[in-house]
């Protein structure tokens, strides 16, 4: 019965993790689409005699934008980023499609000549990205800091405390 308690508060620890970090991502503006922010949430639980484990899932780039991605001038991109362009560029599609981000920014062009503007633009913004790199958000990263640590033993604390008594207490009662 316990270890059960303190799957079901680590679960709403966790939820509550996930929540900081969907507000993290937007109050940061880095959430265009809406796509990456739907996209987190928490993978089950798995919870054995010793072992704990919790894990976070999301759109394949979520650590890009978590870490940031130096460019191959590192202009702006954190130093201690794992990531880094060198040959590759972001596809322009992904800037161009539907949904993508120069059409979140509203920045789509119209008229006959709408598709290969936009095209231009987008491997502008490629060609960009991939020189200065990306800052880093840590949407994620800096969600579970000292203080959350805290708040997870206080809260586990309080389960064990909460669920040995009423075993003792049901135990007491035979």
């Given at each position: 019965?316990?270890?059960?308690?303190?799957?079901k508060?680590l679960?709403?620890h966790y939820q509550?993790?996930?929540d900081l970090s969907?507000?993290?991502?937007a109050?940061?503006?880095?959430?265009?689409?809406?796509r990456?922010?739907?996209?987190?949430r928490?993978v089950d639980?798995?919870?054995s005699q010793?072992v704990v484990e919790?894990d976070?899932?999301?759109e394949?780039y979520?650590k890009?934008?978590d870490?940031?991605?130096?460019?191959?001038a590192n202009?702006?991109?954190?130093q201690?980023s794992?990531?880094?362009?060198?040959?590759?560029?972001?596809?322009v599609?992904v800037?161009?499609?539907a949904g993508?981000?120069?059409?979140?920014k509203g920045?789509?062009?119209?008229?006959s000549?709408?598709k290969?503007?936009n095209?231009?633009?987008?491997?502008?913004?490629?060609?960009s990205?991939a020189?200065?790199?990306?800052?880093?958000?840590?949407f994620?990263?800096d969600?579970?800091n000292a203080?959350?640590?805290?708040e997870l033993?206080a809260e586990i604390?309080?389960?064990?405390?909460?669920?040995?008594?009423?075993?003792?207490k049901d135990?007491?009662?035979?």
């Amino acid at each position: 019965m316990l270890i059960n308690e303190l799957a079901k508060t680590l679960k709403k620890h966790y939820q509550r993790k996930v929540d900081l970090s969907k507000k993290a991502l937007a109050e940061d503006r880095r959430n265009a689409s809406g796509r990456l922010s739907a996209s987190i949430r928490p993978v089950d639980t798995i919870v054995s005699q010793t072992v704990v484990e919790l894990d976070l899932i999301g759109e394949d780039y979520w650590k890009f934008i978590d870490k940031g991605v130096k460019g191959w001038a590192n202009e702006k991109a954190p130093q201690d980023s794992p990531f880094q362009f060198k040959k590759r560029r972001i596809p322009v599609s992904v800037l161009t499609g539907a949904g993508g981000w120069i059409a979140n920014k509203g920045l789509v062009t119209a008229g006959s000549n709408a598709k290969a503007q936009n095209a231009a633009l987008g491997r502008v913004f490629s060609a960009s990205i991939a020189k200065k790199g990306s800052r880093a958000t840590a949407f994620n990263t800096d969600v579970f800091n000292a203080k959350q640590v805290n708040e997870l033993k206080a809260e586990i604390k309080e389960t064990h405390i909460r669920v040995t008594t009423k075993e003792i207490k049901d135990g007491n009662n035979d």
